[in-house]
């Protein structure tokens, strides 16, 4: 059984900084896609950032700049490092790798208040 593990949300406030982890355990291999997706309360999910097996990433505008994805292979591992966080930054934030199908994360609360 696959399972998505994240860590690193909280509560932050304007301008400053979280860094999200996501870790996959179980019988997953071929990893192609790492991502990392969010929903606002009354919103629908929205894609954040993706990063390919060869290392090329993508970002939705409205982060360019401010985020960077990153994956460590053999741990199976992504990670989104979030600086100069918004108000508009949170949402919950899931974690998706995709192998043979996709898989998700529980999500981790982000909440950049002051």
């Known amino acids: 059984q696959v399972q998505l593990v994240e860590s690193g949300g909280g509560l932050v406030q304007p301008g400053g900084s979280l860094r999200l982890s996501c870790a996959a355990s179980?019988?997953?291999?071929?990893?192609?896609?790492m991502g990392w997706f969010r929903q606002a309360p009354g919103k629908e999910r929205e894609l954040v950032a993706t990063i390919l097996s060869s290392g090329s990433t993508h970002y939705a505008d409205s982060v360019k700049g401010r985020f960077t994805i990153s994956r460590d292979n053999a741990k199976k591992a992504v990670y989104l490092q979030m600086n100069s966080l918004k108000p508009e930054d949170t949402a919950v934030y899931y974690c998706?790798?995709?192998?043979?199908?996709?898989?998700w994360g529980q999500g981790t609360q982000v909440t950049v208040s002051s």
């Open positions: 179980g019988s997953i291999f071929s990893i192609n896609v």
């Open positions: 998706n790798v995709v192998a043979v199908r996709a898989y």
